[in-house]
């Protein structure tokens, strides 16, 4: 069984956000919408579409080393590694280019890097880019992790973004925000309306897709 997606309007670019209107739980919160942002991560032309678009709130103003990319979001940071690379974006590691790199998560889901990963991140300015940004947890581990490891967090882009900065202050550049979709809302999984009008759950969400109920 699969969710009967919507295409917004296309505001940005070439890329059409789809979305599922329900009842919807991550492992941090319930959500209203789902937000379908696969082939955007997974096809060339809709990755380089997104990057297009995410590279202009960086161009001639940010260094950029590093691209962490979280939540399956490797090809759009290939992508948009090459559209910085291209503008002769400025750069200060010894090579001259950007990595793109994404963490490893331990047992206990923090996130980290191995010893051969860490001198792309220590000394580093580095871009964080998500799938998409609700609760701001993971956005706001991402930024720990990068300053745990010595690095310097630049910028964090995302597809969709449910808020401007993060709690640190850092400004979200997003393809999508809250005034595409004003009546997204996400809820603390013990205080959520939808549970409490005996609204049952329509599937389990997170970066990798969704699961029925």
């Known amino acids: ?47 380089q579409a997104v990057a297009k678009e995410l590279v202009k709130k960086y161009m001639s103003t940010t260094i950029v080393d590093t691209i962490l990319c979280l939540e399956g979001t490797e090809v759009i940071g290939t992508c948009l590694a090459q559209a910085l690379t291209e503008a002769g974006f400025l750069s200060i590691n010894a090579h001259q280019t950007i990595y793109v790199i994404k963490p490893e998560y331990n047992t206990n889901s923090q996130l980290i890097f191995r010893e051969n990963i860490q001198p792309m991140v220590r000394g580093k300015h580095v871009l964080v880019l998500m799938a998409s940004v609700s609760t701001g947890k993971t956005m706001a581990r991402s930024v720990e992790c990068v300053q745990y490891y010595g690095g310097i967090v630049v910028g964090i882009s995302a597809i969709y973004s449910d808020m401007e900065k993060s709690p640190e202050g850092i400004p979200v550049n997003s393809l999508y925000s809250q005034s595409d979709l004003p009546d997204y809302a996400s809820y603390s999984a013990h205080d959520c309306p939808l549970c409490r009008k005996g609204i049952k ?8 897709g969704y699961s029925m109920l």
């Not at 739980?25 to 997974?42: G, L, P």
């Not at 759950?201 to 990798?208: E, F, G, H, K, R």
């Open 201 to 208: 759950i329509d599937a389990l969400v997170n970066s990798y």
């Open 1 to 47: 069984m699969e969710l009967n997606l919507i295409k917004l309007p296309i505001r940005k670019g070439n890329v059409a956000l789809k979305i599922a209107p329900g009842h919807f739980a991550t492992n941090h919160s319930h959500i209203n919408y789902y937000i379908d942002v696969t082939t955007m991560k997974t096809r060339l032309s809709e990755a």
